[in-house]
C-alpha cells in the first residue's frame, strides 16, 4: 500500500495523473476526496489490496467500469494559442483540434488519458497470508503507459499532409512544458520502487520502434536533435 500510496501522491504532486473516478471501487473524487483513504479502507475492512486493478484494463474514459484521470497538458487550441490545462482523453482532445473533416484517421484519436497506469487487485481471505487471486507470473507488475507523441520534443506528425516519416516537426515547445513534469513523476516512482525491492525498466515489446530511440528508464529525452528536420513552412499546408 506504501507504493500505491507514493505513486498517487506523485502524480498528483507533478500534475501528470490525478484521478477523477473509478467505478470499480465506486470513487469520485468531488464526493469522497483522498483516493488513498479509500484504498486503506478496503485494505483493512475487506482484505483487499488494490495496486491499481481499479483502474480498468483500459482506461478510456466514459467507458463503463473504466476509471477516469487527469493531467495538466500544453497545447495549441482553435485559434493557435498555447494553453496549458487538465485534459482527461486525449482522443477527444484532438477530434476537437481538427483542422478539418475526417482529415485525421479516427486511429490517432483513440480515448486514452494522458497516462495510463494497470495493475492487479488482490483478495485475501480473513486470516490467510496468500492471495485468493494470486497474480499469473511470479512477481506482481505496475505498469505505466502514454499513447501520444505529444510528450516527445520531435514528431513525425503522422495524421500532418506532410508526413513522411523521415523528417521531423519541432515539438519541443510543447513538450518542454508537460514532459519535465513526467519525468519527474517517474524518477520518483522509480525510485520508490527500487527502495522497496522491486525492479524498474522499460518494457521494449510494448514500446514502439521510433519511442524507443527517445527514452530510457528515466524518462523522455528533451536534449536531442532528430536527424532530419521538416521546415517550419510545413505548418501552413492546408489540411483537406
Keep these: 500500500m506504501e507504493f500505491a500510496q507514493h505513486l498517487l501522491s506523485a502524480g498528483i504532486q507533478h500534475h501528470v495523473l490525478e484521478f477523477i473516478e473509478a467505478p470499480l471501487i465506486h470513487y469520485q473524487r468531488e464526493r469522497d476526496g483522498d483516493l488513498y483513504a479509500l484504498l486503506t479502507t478496503l485494505y483493512h475492512q475487506h482484505r483487499i489490496v488494490d495496486l491499481f486493478g481499479f483502474t480498468g484494463a483500459a482506461m478510456m474514459p466514459g467507458q463503463p467500469r ?6 495538466i497538458l500544453a497545447w495549441y487550441d482553435a485559434k493557435d494559442r498555447l494553453v496549458e490545462r487538465p485534459c482527461t482523453d486525449l482522443g477527444a482532445l484532438i477530434a476537437g483540434l481538427e483542422p478539418s473533416p475526417d482529415s485525421i484517421p ?9 497516462l495510463r ?3 492487479k487487485r488482490l483478495e485475501y ?3 490467510s497470508l496468500e492471495p485468493q487471486n494470486p497474480p499469473n507470473a511470479q512477481s506482481l507488475e505496475v505498469r505505466l503507459a502514454i499513447h501520444s507523441d505529444i510528450w516527445f520534443p520531435w514528431i513525425y506528425g503522422s495524421a500532418h499532409p506532410a508526413c513522411d516519416y523521415e523528417r521531423m516537426f519541432d515539438n ?4 518542454g512544458r508537460h514532459t519535465p513534469r513526467l519525468n519527474a513523476f517517474l524518477r520518483t516512482v522509480a525510485a520508490k520502487t527500487k527502495a522497496i525491492g522491486g525492479s524498474w525498466s522499460v518494457d521494449p515489446d510494448d514500446t514502439g520502434a521510433d519511442a524507443i530511440r527517445w527514452l530510457n528508464e528515466d524518462g523522455i529525452f528533451l536534449d536531442v536533435e532528430p536527424l532530419m528536420r521538416m521546415p517550419p513552412e510545413a505548418l501552413d499546408i492546408e489540411w483537406i
Excluded at 109 to 114: G, V
Excluded at 172 to 175: D, I, M, P, V
Design 117 to 119: 497506469v494497470t495493475g
Design 125 to 127: 481471505g480473513s486470516a
Design 66 to 71: 473504466s476509471s477516469t484521470a487527469s493531467a
Design 172 to 175: 519541443r515547445e510543447l513538450a
Design 106 to 114: 479516427p486511429g490517432f484519436m483513440k480515448h486514452y488519458p494522458p
